[in-house]
């Protein structure tokens, strides 16, 4: 289940207009790897906090789900 969300929006990571899965992958290589080019920081960071970090990604997992 995919959500459709308005440019910008906040989990939206990595642009494509949506909130799924792809955004927390896209997350985790930013944190472990590397950033993909496709990568919005400022989107990734779901809660508002200033820092990109697992809380967010918990955040998004939860807001997916809520989706269902």
Do not use: H
């Amino acid at each position: 289940y995919y959500n459709r969300c308005m440019w910008p929006g906040f989990g939206d990571a990595n642009g494509y207009l949506i909130v799924d899965v792809n955004d927390i992958t896209t997350i985790v290589l930013a944190m472990l790897v590397q950033e993909p080019a496709n990568y919005y920081p400022e989107y990734a960071d779901y809660n508002a906090d200033g820092i990109v970090n697992i809380l967010d990604i918990v955040e998004i997992v939860n807001y997916i789900m809520s989706q269902k």
